[in-house]
C-alpha cells in the first residue's frame, strides 16, 4: 500500500516540474514579460525553476530511505531492503543483520543504518513481531553493565 503512495506522490511532483517547464515559455510570452527588462525576465524564471526543481529534490531526500519491501533469509540472516531511486526503478540493498546499527538519538526519517545507508522500515509491515525484533537486535541479551559496549551508536 504505502509503495503504491509514495510511487504516486513523486510521479505526481515529476510531472508537475515538467509541465511546469513545457509552460515557462507559453507564460512569458503571454503575460508580457517577454518585452520586460532581462533582469525581470531571470528573477521570474528563477523563482519558477527553483520551485520547479526543489520540490522532487527535496521529496526524493526525504523518501529515498524508505523500505517499500523487505525479504529476510533466515538461513543466512540476510535482509534486503527494496527502496526507489530518484527515477522511480526499485532499488535494493542487501546487508547481514550484523549490520544494522541503531542511531543512538533518534532520527527523523531513519529506524536504522544498514552499513551506511540509512533505512526508515514501518514496523507494522511485520506479520510476526518478532522479525523485526530480529532485524533491529532486540532479541540479543542484554546488560546493564557499562562494561558491555552497547550496539547503540551514532
Same mark, same amino acid.
Not at 503512495?5 to 515538467?18: I, N
Not at 524564471?45 to 524508505?66: D, R, S
Not at 533469509?73 to 527502496?83: E, F, G, M
Given at each position: 500500500?504505502? *509503495?503504491?503512495?509514495?510511487?504516486?506522490?513523486?510521479?505526481?511532483?515529476?510531472?508537475?516540474?515538467?509541465?511546469?517547464? !513545457?509552460?515557462?515559455? *507559453?507564460?512569458?510570452?503571454?503575460?508580457? +514579460?517577454?518585452?520586460?527588462? !532581462?533582469?525581470?525576465?531571470?528573477?521570474?524564471?528563477?523563482?519558477?525553476?527553483?520551485?520547479?526543481?526543489?520540490?522532487?529534490?527535496?521529496? %526524493?531526500?526525504?523518501?529515498?530511505?524508505?523500505?517499500?519491501?523487505?525479504?529476510?533469509?533466515? =538461513?543466512?540472516?540476510?535482509?534486503?531492503? #527494496?527502496?526507489?531511486?530518484?527515477? +522511480?526503478?526499485?532499488?535494493?540493498? @542487501?546487508?547481514?543483520?550484523?549490520?544494522?546499527?541503531?542511531?543512538?538519538?533518534?532520527?527523523?526519517?531513519?529506524? !536504522?543504518?544498514?552499513?551506511?545507508?540509512?533505512?526508515? #522500515?514501518?514496523? =507494522? $509491515?511485520?506479520? @510476526?513481531?518478532?522479525?523485526?525484533?530480529?532485524? $533491529?537486535?532486540?532479541?540479543?541479551?542484554?546488560?546493564?553493565?557499562?562494561? %558491555?559496549?552497547?550496539?547503540? *551508536?551514532?
Amino acid at each position: 500500500m504505502a *509503495q503504491e503512495y509514495f510511487r504516486g506522490v513523486k510521479m505526481f511532483s515529476y510531472s508537475t516540474s515538467a509541465a511546469s517547464l !513545457f509552460l515557462m515559455p *507559453q507564460i512569458l510570452l503571454k503575460t508580457g +514579460l517577454g518585452v520586460q527588462t !532581462f533582469a525581470l525576465q531571470v528573477a521570474f524564471c528563477g523563482v519558477i525553476g527553483f520551485f520547479t526543481f526543489l520540490t522532487p529534490v527535496l521529496l %526524493h531526500l526525504i523518501t529515498k530511505g524508505y523500505v517499500i519491501r523487505l525479504y529476510h533469509n533466515p =538461513d543466512r540472516d540476510i535482509y534486503t531492503a #527494496v527502496t526507489y531511486s530518484v527515477f +522511480l526503478t526499485e532499488k535494493k540493498n @542487501v546487508f547481514h543483520q550484523s549490520q544494522v546499527r541503531i542511531p543512538a538519538v533518534s532520527k527523523m526519517f531513519t529506524t !536504522f543504518y544498514a552499513g551506511q545507508v540509512g533505512l526508515l #522500515v514501518n514496523p =507494522d $509491515m511485520f506479520p @510476526v513481531p518478532h522479525d523485526y525484533n530480529h532485524l $533491529m537486535g532486540y532479541d540479543k541479551p542484554f546488560s546493564f553493565s557499562t562494561q %558491555h559496549k552497547a550496539n547503540y *551508536q551514532v
